[in-house]
């Protein structure tokens, strides 16, 4: 979830993964080791490595749609988020916006599923749940008892199909938050924009009042922040401006 490509440094680690170029700011790596590395090293470990896969997943999805719709692109992670960024070839419609924005949460989603499978065919327990008793989740417990990989599977999960849904909210800058933007400029080219910052600011002080009634802190800072920013861009005078073109 970035507005904009962080600069460059000497300690980004670039590869190239199904053709597409990949670089990871070193605040990717230090933001993982901060909020995982309560439960000791190996607990660290696990979460930055689920975090990798997870938003490398996310913006692959959007990646191979963006050249699916003929455009070049290079994917960035940072912090807790990534950013595919489209390079050279035409302008896409605002119905492949749509499928591109809704193609990171959904990778998630079938990364979810192929492990889920893939534990069931390994003969694994999986018993179903719902997390916060509405979203559907799965308990799994390998057959080792193995406490990493117990941790890393549940994190998988959890990312991909908690913060998936997350990503679906109409709050700008999120994937759920670009679509609605598309679909309020489809109807409206003069207030468009201006009427889906107001939807996104009110969803993002909604779930703010949420998290804090289920003592969810870190949702209740990140939407915080998330309705702030959307304040600001309605209010020019508050240091703000328009952002989406």
Not at 19 to 45: C, E, K, Q
Not at 104 to 131: N, Q, R, W
Not at 185 to 194: A, I, S, T, V, W
Request: net charge positive; hydrophobic share 50%; glycine share 12%.
């Amino acid at each position: 979830m970035l507005l904009s490509d962080p600069g460059k440094t000497p300690y980004d680690l670039c590869f190239d993964i199904f053709g597409f170029p990949v670089r990871i700011h070193p605040f990717f790596w230090i933001i993982g080791l901060l909020l995982g590395g309560n439960g000791g090293l190996d607990s660290a470990l696990v979460w930055i490595a689920v975090l990798f896969i997870s938003i490398l997943v996310h913006e692959l999805g959007h990646a191979f749609m963006i050249r699916r719709f003929g455009s070049s692109c290079r994917i960035s992670l940072y912090g807790m988020g990534g950013l595919a960024m489209p390079g050279r070839g035409r302008p896409c419609t605002d119905r492949e916006q749509i499928i591109i924005a809704l193609a990171g949460p959904f990778a998630g989603f079938a990364l979810a599923a192929a492990i889920v499978l893939l534990c069931t065919l390994m003969g694994m327990e999986v018993d179903s749940t719902k997390l916060f008793k509405v979203i559907p989740f799965w308990e799994i417990f390998p057959n080792n008892d193995s406490v990493v990989l117990t941790n890393f599977i549940k994190g998988m999960l959890r990312i991909n199909i908690f913060w998936g849904l997350v990503n679906l909210l109409p709050v700008l800058p999120l994937d759920g938050g670009r679509v609605s933007y598309v679909l309020f400029r489809q109807r409206d080219r003069l207030y468009g924009e201006k009427k889906a910052l107001k939807l996104s600011m009110v969803v993002a002080i909604g779930v703010v009042l949420l998290g804090i009634s289920k003592q969810e802190i870190f949702i209740a800072i990140l939407f915080g922040y998330l309705a702030y920013e959307n304040y600001v861009q309605l209010n020019p005078q508050a240091g703000g401006g328009r952002s989406f073109r």
